[in-house]
T-cell receptor, first 114, second 113 residues
């Protein structure tokens, strides 16, 4: 059972390029999340999705686009990458049923924008 | 803005000692969760305490929650070198389909053998 996977695990790109980070889950959890983790800031929520075709902004959504056409996939796109988007990106899922409110994290994608 | 703030930012102890980390937050919550992150890895859920609970145990972990002070503490007893990691508190507020989980900046725990 793969659980939650992210791809690519490492990515180097240039300023201005479009980059898509993939997230795939095998659990059919309703909720999916994208976070970025930076030194001094901890984890900050970029976007989240409560179900297919339902997405909402988090704390730092500017410069990012998400979609969720299928329950199992939640891609994050940087439309025009900037150096400030260099970070480690984590995808997470949650079932959010009664007594099942924990989040499950993927291994992360390390993105470097030159 | 961060909801949870951990204290201390870094903690270094000897194996066998207890480690205590604190978390303060600002607004009402449904529950508070603690996560662990080993270097270069994703976060792993440790324990969840609901707003109507005051204390919870899981193995060597003990979590307390004081909603009047808007604070929580995580105690790891009889620490081991393998406990070396960053620990994050996360506050959760749920309303309808809105689910807001906000992480603090974390405490880096180093357990020296």
């Amino acid at each position: 059972d793969a659980g939650i996977t992210q791809s690519p695990r490492y990515k180097i790109t240039e300023t201005g390029r479009q980059v898509t980070l993939m997230c795939h889950q095998t659990w059919s959890h309703s909720y999916m999340f994208w976070y970025r983790q930076d030194l001094g800031h901890g984890l900050r929520l970029i976007y989240y999705s409560a179900a297919a075709d339902i997405t909402d902004k988090g704390e730092v959504p500017d410069g990012y686009v998400v979609s969720r056409s299928k329950t199992e996939n939640f891609p994050l796109t940087l439309e025009s990458a900037t150096r400030s988007q260099t970070s480690v990106y984590f995808c997470a899922t949650a079932k959010l049923a009664l007594n099942q409110e924990t989040q499950y994290f993927g291994p992360g994608t390390r993105l470097l924008v030159l | 803005s961060q909801q949870g703030e951990e204290d201390p930012q870094a903690l270094s102890i000897q194996e066998g000692e207890n480690a205590t980390m604190n978390c303060s937050y600002k607004t009402s919550i449904n529950n508070l969760q603690w996560y662990r992150q080993n270097s270069g890895r994703g976060l792993v859920h440790l324990i969840l305490i609901r707003s109507n609970e005051r204390e919870k145990h899981s193995g060597r972990l003990r979590v307390t929650l004081d909603t009047s002070k808007k604070s929580s503490s995580l105690l790891i007893t009889a620490s081991r070198a393998a406990d070396t990691a960053s620990y994050f508190c996360a506050t959760v507020l749920i309303g309808g389909s809105n689910y807001k989980l906000t992480f603090g900046k974390g405490t880096l725990l180093t357990v020296n053998p």
